[in-house]
């Protein structure tokens, strides 16, 4: 979490620096942009002493395996392995627990969806050469306990059951959302362009369903459970 805020807050002001340093003369420009544009991969590892972070690594898969942001890298997509490999025994649940059919429906589209995100994983640890391991995800974990609860704190066959399935699920959405788009940002500072690609696909699905859910819920589901 803390690299995550570092990494994006880390590019913000290098990019506002490039930008005010071109109207500025000549000389601020070429010297200014060069150690801000270094300083914004390396600062998340700065002590680790690797010196490659900053550079773009050539190859396939680049040459940054001993580096630490590479470990931490591996170790959050062990994380989201884990985390998809839960959700997709637990969207099951969900589809059952659904007392609408268009819910169901989307839950059972998702469970797809994931098992791919799960074979999308195993692509990305083998273009990285990594074993692909799954990691215990607290997050996800405690999500589904949570998802569990309103299961049981509801009444099959409402619309209230529904309302709180589609709290439960975009509430692990955005955790998916949030973690694809910043290992997908790391992948990019690595030079990992197919993991790039692989990773971003994971990520629309994750917001299409995420957006899915919030028509289900604005189309008839809220409305109805507000009336029973
Ligand atoms: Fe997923
Ligand atoms: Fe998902």
Redesign the pocket.
């Known amino acids: 979490m803390a690299t995550t805020t570092k990494t994006s807050s880390a590019k913000k002001p290098a990019a506002e620096t490039a930008k005010t340093t071109t109207k500025a003369p000549a000389k601020t420009a070429s010297k200014t942009p060069a150690p801000a544009a270094t300083k914004a991969p390396a600062k998340s590892k700065a002590a680790a002493g690797s010196v490659d972070l900053s550079t773009k690594p050539t190859g396939k898969t680049g040459k940054m395996e001993d580096s630490e942001f590479h470990e931490f890298f591996v170790d959050e997509l062990k994380d989201i392995y884990w985390a998809?490999k839960h959700?997709a025994k637990a969207l099951p649940k969900f589809k059952k627990a659904a007392t609408s059919p268009e819910l169901a429906a989307a839950f059972e589209k998702?469970t797809e969806?994931?098992k791919r995100?799960i074979e999308t994983l195993d692509k990305v640890f083998e273009l990285l050469e990594e074993k692909a391991q799954a990691k215990k995800c607290d997050a996800m974990e405690g999500l589904l306990e949570e998802a569990d609860s309103i299961i049981e704190d509801t009444d099959s066959g409402t619309l209230v059951r529904d309302a709180g399935l589609i709290l439960a699920?975009q509430k692990?959405?955005h955790y998916?959302?949030a973690t694809y788009g910043t290992l997908r940002v790391f992948a990019e500072n690595m030079g990992h362009t197919e993991v790039v690609e692989l990773l971003s696909q994971?990520l629309e699905?994750?917001k299409a369903?995420?957006v899915a859910l919030t028509q289900i819920a604005e189309g008839f589901v809220n409305q109805q459970a507000a009336s029973e």
């Open positions: 998809e959700l998702h969806e994931t995100h699920a692990v959405e998916e959302i994971t699905e994750e369903t995420d």
